[in-house]
Every structure is written in structure tokens, then in C-alpha cells.
Nanobody, 122 residues
Framework: QVQLVESGGGLVQAGGSLRLSCAASGRSFSSYIMGWFRQAPGKGREFVAR????????DYADSVKGRFTISRDNAKNTVYLQMNSLKPEDAAAYYC???????????????WGQGAQVTVSS
């Protein structure tokens, strides 16, 4: 069982940056693939990025590649999403998720945080 708590959301101007954090409690954090997803009003939950348990490999949606960076600190049981060059279309609720087999599909992640709101003004 893993409990996840996101923080770091807020309001930022287009072109600005934010860093989201997701703190995990429970056992064996490093055994979990960690993912970030987002959901804008009226839209489905969308894959953003994921990172392997060791942190040595990551994967990004095309829409954020080159602007967002996912990382993790297993000593702190925390995963991060650094978001740069934010665009209005990045505005959404951002969720972190944990899975032992996670890929780009949200239904492969059994554990979810409560979400952090990101608002981008133009």
C-alpha cells in the first residue's frame, strides 16, 4: 500500500515554471514506477511522464517533452515534476501515481494522490 500527497501547484504566468512534488509513504518506494498524469476540466486523464524505480529512465508525452522533467529522490520517498515554459494548455489538475508495472495508461496505476492544481495565465 502506498499513500501519495502532491504539493507545489499554483498560479503561474505563461512561460513561467513550477515544480510539483509527490511524497510517498509506505514500503519499498524504489520498487514503484512513478507517473504524473493531468486532467483538465471536461477532458480525460492524460499521461505526462513516468520514471523507473531507480530513476535512471524516464518517458514523456510529446506535448511536454523538452519542457518538463520528472525525477525522484528515493532517500526522501519523493518524485518531482519540474515544469518549465508553461503554456495555458498545461493548466490542469496534476496527479502522481505509483505502480509496479506502470506504463502510459492510467489504469495500470493502482495508487493515486489527491491532485495539485496548476493554473497558467496567458
Amino acid at each position: 500500500q502506498v499513500q501519495l500527497v502532491e504539493s507545489g501547484g499554483g498560479l503561474v504566468q505563461a512561460g513561467g515554471s513550477l515544480r510539483l512534488s509527490c511524497a510517498a509513504s509506505g514500503r519499498s518506494f524504489s520498487s514503484y514506477i512513478m507517473g504524473w498524469f493531468r486532467q483538465a476540466p471536461g477532458k480525460g486523464r492524460e499521461f505526462v511522464a513516468r520514471v523507473t524505480g531507480s530513476g535512471t529512465a524516464s518517458d514523456y508525452a510529446d506535448s511536454v517533452k523538452g519542457r518538463f522533467t520528472i525525477s525522484r529522490d528515493n532517500a526522501k520517498n519523493t518524485v518531482y515534476l519540474q515544469m518549465n515554459s508553461l503554456k495555458p494548455e498545461d493548466a490542469a489538475a496534476y496527479y502522481c501515481a505509483a505502480s509496479t508495472i506502470g506504463d502510459r495508461y492510467s489504469n495500470t496505476y493502482p495508487y493515486w494522490g489527491q491532485g495539485a492544481q496548476v493554473t497558467v495565465s496567458s
